[in-house]
């Protein structure tokens, strides 16, 4: 993966509550797969009832054409736990998304592909939102600082260490296991000899 260090980009506003995961990836794109994951992402919102794109979404707005920060309503990204909701807001060129609330899942997933969710308080989110909708510029994430800068405007966020470690290293978690192979390989030595009975191998 891509490493994170400091996004400074475009910020699309997107802020409707509880879109969840068959809003992002609807199933039917889903079994088709490839790239109708992106295509038709955030389908219900983007396109009409004939299947026709209506270009009334803000993701199809031209003013936020190479956006890579998202703003996202409360509770984004909700319901079930398909994994193809955040390939298709990483296909969509998102390297972060912005909201009050997340689903746990989609959460948890962001940081296994390359994306940065940050939790920030309703009222700041809104702040973002208008900020972006202005067009008074870019929207810096500055990861080693855990804070996002709009203008005189600074918000502070949390992000686990060990989930930051991976996403400044562009590491997934398998290569973080790897990257401490050494000390796992230290600490089974040393455990097969304070607790040899643990490592006895059946017959």
Known sequence: MEPFETLHAKAVP??????????????????QGGSALVEFAFEPLRYDAAGRLHGECPLDDPRYAGAQILI????????SSRETAVW????????????????????????????????????????????????????TVDLEAQQVRAGERRYGFDVPPL????????????????????????FEQADRVARPWAHLEGD
């Open 14 to 31: 997107l802020l409707v509550d509880d879109v969840d995961t068959d809003v992002i990836t609807p199933i039917g794109r889903v079994l």
């Open 72 to 79: 996202a309503g409360a509770n984004f990204a909700c319901g």
């Open 88 to 139: 298709a807001v990483r296909g969509l060129g998102f390297r972060c998304v912005i909201a009050p609330s997340f689903g746990d899942i989609f959460h948890s997933n962001c940081f296994k592909n390359g994306v940065l969710p940050v939790r920030l308080a309703a009222g700041d989110v809104a702040a973002l939102a208008a900020f972006a909708e202005g067009g008074a510029g870019l929207v």
């Open 163 to 186: 989930r930051k470690e991976a996403l400044r290293s562009g590491l997934d978690d398998l290569g973080l296991i790897l990257r401490r192979r050494d000390e796992i390989s230290r």
